[in-house]
C-alpha cells in the first residue's frame, strides 16, 4: 500500500434526531443522522411518521373524496 493517501480514522460522535448518540470509528469527526435502530420502525416496531408540510392529511382528504365517489357510482 502507499503511504500517505488514506483519510486519517478517528472515533466519531455520530448522533440521531431523536437525542440518541453513540460513538464508532469513521473518517468523519462527527455525524448526525435523522434514523437510528432506537427510532426506526424496522427496529421497534411501531410506525412513527414524519409528517413533511401536511402531506399525510391531504393524501387522507384525497382518499376519502375517491371513497365517497365510488360509493355513488354504487
Same mark, same amino acid.
Given at each position: 500500500? @502507499?503511504?500517505?493517501?488514506?483519510?486519517?480514522? /478517528?472515533?466519531?460522535? /455520530?448522533?440521531?434526531?431523536?437525542?440518541?448518540? =453513540? %460513538?464508532? +470509528?469513521?473518517? %468523519? &469527526?462527527? #455525524?448526525? /443522522? *435523522? #434514523?437510528?435502530?432506537?427510532?426506526?420502525? =424496522?427496529?421497534?416496531? +411501531?410506525?412513527?411518521?414524519?409528517? &413533511? &408540510?401536511?402531506? #399525510?392529511?391531504?393524501?387522507? @382528504? +384525497?382518499?376519502?373524496?375517491?371513497?365517497? /365517489?365510488? *360509493?355513488?357510482?354504487?
Amino acid at each position: 500500500m @502507499k503511504k500517505d493517501i488514506h483519510p486519517e480514522y /478517528v472515533e466519531t460522535l /455520530v448522533t440521531c434526531g431523536c437525542g440518541e448518540s =453513540f %460513538k464508532t +470509528r469513521s473518517t %468523519k &469527526a462527527k #455525524i448526525t /443522522v *435523522e #434514523i437510528c435502530s432506537k427510532c426506526h420502525p =424496522f427496529y421497534t416496531g +411501531r410506525q412513527k411518521y414524519t409528517d &413533511a &408540510a401536511g402531506q #399525510i392529511e391531504k393524501f387522507q @382528504k +384525497r382518499f376519502q373524496k375517491s371513497q365517497k /365517489v365510488e *360509493e355513488v357510482v354504487k
